[in-house]
């Protein structure tokens, strides 16, 4: 049972230790354990996590810089598993003084008072983070604090502290502060953060408020609103122990990885159209049609996957075929889908859906390589050379394509090549399996195509 008084917290055998202590010890300590320290995020371990695992030892804030969709706020967020479950506080306290060592005026008087009978209070974890994302109005109240029109009407004057009311930051006190998109933030504004950093106490209006805060302050920065929307003040960056850069995932596993997290799937959607979609994303971003400067997010493949899957039990609601299993047939209907996700060149204006249809065929051919061979489908290639016609689309049902096809040797490993060999008995994910190949041989130009209304023949 947690002590609920200040003489109940003293027996209890309780240590005081700083934010920054606490993030500290409970890091190195789950280092030492093996436990995983930042859950949920991917492709970081050898490159973002060890930089970020150094400021906190040191007991740095830290300003993330990176493009948008790189996990940046998640990584943030992450920060309040590293705190203790449970924090005793002075009951009632806008600003979570500790117990020990109250430091507003309220808590003071109330220690003064009661003593070792000061009531206390215990919050989670979860409550002792805070986060704003920074925007053009926002104020030093909003921040810092302001006057309290409120308790000044209610008889206080206006040389009383107890007439301020704080802001986000110092309700934070004792916990994670963060603030997205930092330089969005006006510079006059950045200004009132300079006293947060260095002496870790708060200024309002004319008050001579010493609270010193007990946080660690945690920003992130676009790197080209870093240099040209907006800045980062000189003296602000300055304050901030350390500069981290952040990147999207520099390998195609970690890409996979990252949309099967992260993707909400309706629909079963197969480890070969994820690698697809994943390759179609990781070429969008090096395409020089896009705007570099921009970046892709992660929120672009996490999005196709998600539509992927809908244009599958779209089909099997309207055909009855069960499960929902997507096929390649399903991965156009991202393109329209994803437009306004990304910014082109000015070069490339009117030719946007052709950047990316291209883009799609190129990550289609590379994952058929990495898959499948003409050699794993001549029995496919004989059918075709008999004059075989194949007609398919995203609401062709499974059946019928099969029925199209007709017994086809090596059909199983195909599957197993595709890495869906445990259904080699069910026709949808068979009816997949064989239109990523059906598309795989047309790219390689071992079969023709012909396309009209999202339908397309293969043969003939």
Same mark, same amino acid.
Request: charged share 25%; with cysteine; hydrophobic share 40%.
């Given at each position: 049972?947690?002590? +609920? ?18 993030? $500290? ?16 995020? %991917? ?10 695992? #150094? ?12 493009? #948008?969709?790189?996990? =940046? ?9 590293? !705190? ?17 060592? @109250? ?15 000061? @009531? %206390? ?18 104020? %030093? ?17 206006? &040389?009383?502290?107890?007439? *301020?009311?704080?802001? !986000?930051?110092? $309700? ?11 330089? /969005? ?11 947060? !950093? ?6 309002? #209006? &004319? ?29 602000? =960056?300055?304050?901030? &122990? +350390? ?7 520099? /390998? ?6 990252? *949309? ?18 994943? $390759?179609?994303? #990781? ?39 069960? @499960?929902?299993?997507? $096929?390649?047939?399903?991965? @156009?209907? *991202? ?14 204006? &009117? ?31 004989? =059918? ?11 609401? %062709? ?26 259904? *080699? ?23 023709? =195509? ?11």
């Amino acid at each position: 049972m947690r002590a +609920a008084t200040l003489g109940a917290l003293r027996a209890s055998g309780h240590v005081h230790r700083t934010v920054k202590e606490e993030l $500290r010890d409970n890091l190195l300590a789950a280092m030492r354990s093996g436990e995983g320290r930042f859950p949920g995020i %991917v492709g970081f371990d050898e490159t973002v996590l060890p930089q970020l695992e #150094r400021a906190i030892i040191a007991g740095h804030d830290v300003v993330l810089l990176g493009e #948008r969709g790189q996990g =940046k706020t998640r990584l943030i967020r992450t920060l309040i598993t590293l !705190l203790d479950e449970w924090a005793p506080v002075v009951e009632g306290c806008e600003i979570n003084d500790h117990p020990y060592a @109250p430091v507003c005026g309220r808590c003071t008087r109330l220690l003064a008072e009661r003593g070792d009978d000061l @009531p %206390v209070a215990w919050k989670h974890r979860s409550e002792r983070y805070g986060e704003k994302l920074a925007t053009p109005d926002t104020s %030093v109240g909003d921040l810092i604090g302001d006057i309290d029109p409120v308790k000044v009407a209610e008889g206080r004057t206006l &040389g009383d502290p107890e007439t *301020v009311y704080f802001g !986000l930051v110092p $309700r934070t006190n004792r916990g994670v502060f963060a603030i997205n998109e930092l330089p /969005d933030l006006a510079e006059r504004i950045q200004v009132a953060l300079l006293n947060v !950093l260095e002496e870790r106490d708060i200024q309002v #209006r &004319g008050y001579q408020l010493r609270l010193p805060l007990d946080l660690i302050l945690v920003a992130s920065a676009n790197p080209e609103d870093y240099t040209n929307r907006g800045r980062i003040i000189t003296p602000l =960056k300055d304050r901030f &122990g +350390a500069e981290i850069r952040t990147h999207y995932p520099l /390998d195609l596993d970690a890409e996979v990885e990252l *949309v099967v997290q992260e993707a909400a799937l309706p629909a079963v959607v197969p480890q070969h159209l994820v690698e697809t979609v994943a $390759r179609f994303t #990781r070429l969008v971003r090096e395409s020089p049609s896009v705007d570099a400067r921009s970046g892709v997010s992660a929120r672009f493949s996490v999005a196709a996957v998600e539509t992927v899957a809908a244009s599958a039990l779209r089909r099997a609601a309207l055909t009855g075929e069960s @499960p929902a299993v997507a $096929r390649f047939s399903d991965l @156009p209907a *991202v393109l329209d889908t994803l437009l306004g996700k990304v910014e082109f060149e000015v070069t490339e204006e &009117g030719n946007e859906r052709e950047v990316l249809a291209h883009l799609l065929r190129r990550a289609t051919v590379e994952t058929f390589r990495a898959h499948l061979s003409a050699s794993d489908l001549t029995g496919l290639l004989q =059918k075709f050379e008999e004059g075989l016609v194949v007609e398919t689309g995203d609401l %062709v049902p499974g059946t019928r394509l099969l029925e199209q096809v007709g017994p086809l040797p090596g059909l199983g490993g195909i599957l197993d090549r595709l890495g869906m060999g445990d259904n *080699v008995d069910a026709p949808v994910y068979a009816a997949s399996a064989l239109d990523f190949a059906l598309e795989g041989l047309f790219l390689n130009r071992r079969i023709s =195509k012909d396309e009209d209304a999202g339908r397309a023949v293969y043969g003939g």
